[in-house]
């Protein structure tokens, strides 16, 4: 916006310097032809009157001493003037003083056109006038081969030239500074509303739904406003209608899993009785027994993980935090689940960060439980301490020696409900087990990255910080707060 406004700024003075220039301009050279024009029109008829007066009772052929008398009588007629001569077909009869700036190019153009004619000229670095005539004599006006020539200076309309340069350039600095100072107020005036509408994108952008701006005037900018407050309000009721729909499908996946819950439970209980006797029965009904206790178990988890998720989306889920010795907590989670003899485990001594327990034996095993079925094996698992004790960090390290995960499939590790194996339609989980554990971690103020490392294998990498910090906002859980209309 800063870099707008100093490009409108810098038009405006440009383009009134430039008019302000193109009218001195045109001023000074109106000025300083009329200045030169009079003069030369004032000293031509003059001389052309001397040269007449003088000339009338001249005889034919003019003796020398009538055109010495005549280059004398010519020059003090003009008070300005420097010298006067005249010029034979011999060259220079009879000269006054200052005859230095006559030129062959004006002797050559009186003498052979037979008529006045006059020449600015630079001699010595000042200005002259120069006029020349042919003498003709008597009333016919007959040629004598004889041409009068006066020198006057221009020094005064020079000086009245300079003169006019310096007023033309005092009065540009006062032009153009209020042209700096129209052009700050025009700029102003013209980036105020793109400045508004600039932050009400920006609050926009942040969440601020109801955004509106004044609309004021009737040009583009007024109708770029009314666009872009009907794109806000459009996009609003989306957003609105899009958080109503999710919110609907969150309680409809809460309310199913936990109504699931109390029969799912009498389900298993009866299909774990069923498997015991198992071996009572006869034919396929034991492998029926056994099957049915296995899918059941596998519903069970399902739901199980489709309540966790939803508490997550709900902004319910709570951190139970305890100081807990993080190799304890991991070969806790590996004893349980019966995984210490297929994990190799190098954990340091006396590792603590303050921690919720349970959820951190729920990321382990998801993590570990991963490494296992789409893994092979050796699994290891490795802890590292990063930081002082209160602002550090640790990093724990689950690492297989399978294949790694396909690079296609790598950026929606985390996806719910996402697969190692596309192809593949049942498998022994629920597709949510490592969003589940990235929400925990997230819950913690850590993260988890996974990574395909040289030498094979998938490695997975939880971060958790020794003091976990506040978890962030989870956008969707509270609508935004209503700003005023800018």
Not at 99 to 127: D, K
Not at 353 to 377: E, K, Q, S, Y
Request: glycine fraction near 8%; include cysteine; hydrophobic fraction near 45%.
């Amino acid at each position: 916006m800063r870099g707008l406004r100093a490009r409108l700024v810098v038009v405006f003075v440009l383009l009134a310097g430039l008019s302000a220039l193109t009218a001195t301009g045109l001023v000074y050279r109106q000025a300083s032809d009329l200045m030169l024009k009079r003069t030369e029109w004032s000293v031509v008829n003059e001389f052309r009157l001397r040269v007449a007066t003088l000339t009338e009772n001249m005889q034919h052929p003019p003796d020398r001493a009538a055109l010495q008398q005549l280059a004398n009588g010519v020059a003090p007629a003009f008070l300005e003037a420097t010298g006067a001569a005249v010029y034979g077909n011999s060259g220079l009869i009879a000269s006054g003083d200052g005859t230095g700036p006559i030129t062959p190019a004006l002797r050559r153009s009186v003498a052979g056109r037979h008529r006045l004619a006059y020449q600015r000229v630079v001699s010595a670095g000042a200005p002259y006038l120069v006029v020349g005539t042919p003498v003709l004599l008597g009333r016919q006006r007959t040629p004598s081969g004889v041409e009068a020539y006066l020198v006057t200076p221009l020094g005064k309309e020079a000086a009245d030239e300079e003169a006019l340069v310096a007023a033309a350039r005092n009065g540009v600095l006062p032009v153009v500074a209020l042209a700096v100072l129209f052009a700050l107020l025009a700029a102003g005036g013209v980036l105020r509303p793109v400045r508004d509408l600039d932050r009400a994108a920006r609050r926009l952008g942040a969440g601020e739904l109801d955004t509106r701006l004044k609309v004021s005037g009737g040009d583009e900018l007024a109708r770029l406003v009314k666009t872009f407050n009907a794109t806000a309000a459009a996009l609003e009721a989306n957003v609105s209608e899009l958080r109503e729909m999710e919110v609907r499908a969150r309680r409809f996946v809460a309310d199913v899993s936990h109504e699931l819950r109390t029969p799912l439970a009498s389900i298993l209980a009866m299909a774990d009785m069923f498997e015991e006797e198992a071996g009572r029965l006869e034919g396929d009904l034991a492998q029926a027994a056994r099957l049915m206790n296995l899918e059941v178990g596998r519903l069970v988890r399902l739901v199980e993980d489709l309540m966790e998720i939803s508490r997550f989306d709900a902004g319910a889920a709570r951190l139970i935090l305890d100081d807990v010795d993080v190799a304890d907590a991991v070969r806790a989670c590996l004893r349980t689940r019966g995984w210490t003899a297929r994990v190799t485990l190098d954990l340091p001594p006396d590792v603590r960060i303050r921690m919720d327990p349970r959820r951190f034996d729920v990321i382990t095993a998801n993590l570990v439980g991963n490494a296992l079925r789409h893994g092979a094996p050796p699994v290891t698992v490795r802890l590292r301490a990063e930081g002082p004790r209160d602002t550090g960090r640790v990093v724990i390290e689950v690492r297989d020696s399978g294949e790694g995960v396909d690079p296609d499939v790598l950026p929606h590790v985390f996806d719910r409900f996402s697969k190692a194996d596309a192809a593949r339609t049942r498998s022994d989980g629920s597709g949510l087990g490592l969003a589940i554990a990235l929400e925990n971690a997230r819950l913690h103020g850590g993260s988890i990255d996974v990574t395909n490392p040289p030498g094979g294998g998938a490695l997975f990498s939880l971060t958790l910080p020794r003091r976990p910090a506040p978890p962030p906002d989870r956008p969707g859980t509270s609508p935004p707060p209503r700003p005023e209309q800018v």
